[in-house]
């Protein structure tokens, strides 16, 4: 992929998105932190001890195990200055986003909202190259002012700033220069419509042009798509049609009971029988993987709610939000509900299971095609329990929420790509300006 071997690490990994998508690009992972037991299960499972391709170089000293970032820095700080200091290229990272999100209610006090310090702990303590870090682009926008506190009338108010502009004073202070762009994953392969702010920091004395990262990017987007002889948006249909319940003739495809450990008793999946003809996606996302794909349990919906989510796929139009008069039409209380455009990409996969309705069955997404939106590969294993509720839900991690918080490996990918191919071009011209400096003066002249 690159000319160098190039390392990162990875903070905030949940259950590996991005580490995946490095990984795919050629880069060699050294280690991953993460605070939730279920999304590092999956991570381990996958690309500690899973698939042979995707190894990491894990410190000794450092336990595999779930961490939080501020444990590790209480605990291994000196071993993160000592050992790993300057021997990190890549330090990737995706704080929590909750607390950004127009999505969901945007709390300016939510604690998630400062582990972006940790983050930039992190960086002073290891010293990379460089820096990737990956947010909603609701972390550019400023909270609005609390009720608690009001202005002083007549008081000149200074321009409250983002978390993201906090973010870039802190990367600046600690000697790099940081350039960030809105990206939509649809634009690079993956079949879903999901706009994220990356954020891409560079050390000061090796470039001051870290921008130059995105123009990289798109030749990276550019040379993905005809690799991978991929169009320029994958529709949903194109992604997920050979995980659909029925065939093309309409008859329905075998149900099996649902055997996994972590499933309750009563599911049933689909039994998967590789079609005829995949598309081109899917034969990427099978990568040539012919075993038995995990988290296909389809959900048991009662038939009152087939029948209304049956007429709102018919009735409704399909790629957008339900309309006001459309959810109390139907008696839908939820706000955010996507029946899918099978011809389009998907809308943005949340870690919330029902906000999103198939595009031509009266069902909610399984886990598996929830991955495949976001481009993880059919082998990619998921642990733990399926959804959770009430009070756990900000507390836990389970299947659904670790393939909606995830970076789609496909974007991962790309951005390794464009970053490993800046770190090329400023070792090249590091190169150069080296030998310039020791030749003879005959021969400069």
Not at 14 to 31: D, E, H, V
Not at 329 to 351: C, E, F, Q, S, W
Request: with cysteine.
């Amino acid at each position: 992929m690159n000319q160098k071997s190039y390392s990162f690490a990875d903070l905030f990994s949940g259950c590996g998105g991005l580490s995946l998508g490095l990984s795919q690009a050629g880069l060699r992972g050294i280690f991953a932190i993460e605070r939730d037991d279920l999304a590092f299960k999956t991570f381990h499972s996958n690309l500690i001890e899973g698939h042979s391709s995707y190894t990491f170089d894990w410190p000794k000293w450092l336990e595999k195990t779930h961490w939080d970032i501020e444990d590790l820095l209480a605990r291994h700080k000196s071993e993160l200055e000592t050992d790993l200091r300057g021997k990190i290229d890549v330090l990737a990272g995706g704080p929590p986003c909750q607390g950004f999100s127009f999505a969901g209610r945007r709390v300016e006090d939510d604690p998630r909202n400062l582990m972006f310090e940790k983050y930039v702990a992190v960086v002073e303590a290891l010293q990379p190259k460089s820096v990737i870090l990956e947010n909603v682009p609701g972390m550019q926008v400023a909270h609005s002012r609390s009720n608690h506190a009001q202005p002083i009338p007549g008081a000149t108010v200074a321009k409250r700033k983002s978390y993201f502009d906090r973010l870039v004073d802190s990367l600046t202070a600690a000697g790099y220069s940081v350039r960030a762009e809105r990206v939509d994953s649809s634009r690079f392969g993956v079949p879903q419509k999901r706009s994220r702010l990356i954020a891409v920091g560079v050390r000061k004395e090796l470039t001051d042009n870290p921008g130059r990262v995105f123009e990289l990017l798109e030749v990276a987007r550019r040379e993905q798509l005809e690799r991978f002889g991929l169009p320029e948006q994958v529709s949903a249909r194109n992604a997920l049609s050979d995980l659909e319940t029925k065939d093309h003739n309409g008859v329905n495809r075998e149900r099996i009971s649902c055997t996994d450990p972590d499933s309750g008793p009563g599911f049933q999946e689909l039994r998967y029988v590789r079609p005829p003809k995949l598309t081109r996606y899917q034969e990427l996302m099978r990568d040539g993987y012919d075993g038995t794909m995990n988290s296909m349990r389809l959900a048991r919906h009662r038939e009152h709610v087939e029948k209304r989510f049956a007429l709102i796929i018919r009735e409704c139009e399909q790629g957008v939000r339900m309309n006001d008069k459309d959810r109390t039409r139907y008696g839908l209380k939820k706000h955010r509900i996507y029946p899918m455009d099978g011809n389009k990409p998907a809308p943005t996969v949340t870690t919330l299971p029902d906000d999103i309705l198939h595009y031509s069955e009266p069902r909610i997404l399984t886990v598996r095609e929830s991955a495949r939106l976001q481009s993880f590969p059919d082998w990619f294993k998921f642990e733990g329990k399926f959804t959770t509720g009430g009070h756990r839900r900000t507390k836990e991690c389970p299947r659904y929420t670790q393939v909606g918080n995830a970076v789609p490996p496909l974007l991962g990918r790309a951005i390794g790509i464009a970053v490993c191919k800046l770190l090329d071009e400023i070792a090249d011209a590091t190169s150069l300006v080296e030998s310039a400096r020791t030749l003879p003066m005959a021969a400069i002249a």
